[in-house]
């Protein structure tokens, strides 16, 4: 586009791609780069992991920032070693289902075992279909159809003793 900001030619897939391979070519687990008021993280382990953060622009002296939005709230803690969560791998947003006019791929009460796709989570046009990783019974969703989701967040509750 014409006249557009900078910022966006820092996320161009291919950019993003080619500091990928660069990674893995130099075996660096992080890169974080920033321009103006955005910035990208990206960091290698059992997946790579893309964070993309808008920074506030520094307050004037004297002037107050505004407060942040509402957190989500915390999920409950797991009680005993009976109950396990799924977490998502990646950044990303989180969809129960496989398309807005089908069912959603577990409810509480379903049963699950480690290779059953619970939900997809999209990051950067891409639709990872997450797989239980646990056996047992979803006793709760954690998240929101639609809403986004971090990596290390609960997606699932469930209670694995039968």
Known sequence: ?????????????????????LMKEH?????DLRQENTRIQLRRGATTE???????????????????????????????????QIISPIVGTFYAAPDPD????????????????????????????IPAELAGKIVAVLAKNGEPVEYGQPLFKVDMSG
């Open 102 to 129: 089908a069912p959603p791929y577990v409810k509480v009460g379903d049963h699950v075992g480690p290779e059953t796709t619970v939900c997809i989570v999209e990051a950067m046009k891409v639709f990872n279909e």
């Open 50 to 84: 893309v964070v993309e953060t808008v920074l506030r622009p520094s307050a004037a002296p004297g002037a107050s920032l505004p407060a942040p939005a509402s957190e989500q709230p915390a999920p409950p803690p797991v009680d005993d070693k009976r109950y396990g």
């Open 1 to 21: 586009m014409a006249g557009s900001s900078g910022n966006q030619d820092i996320f161009d897939v291919r950019k993003i791609r080619r500091l990928v391979e």
């Open 27 to 31: 075996d660096l687990s992080e890169i």
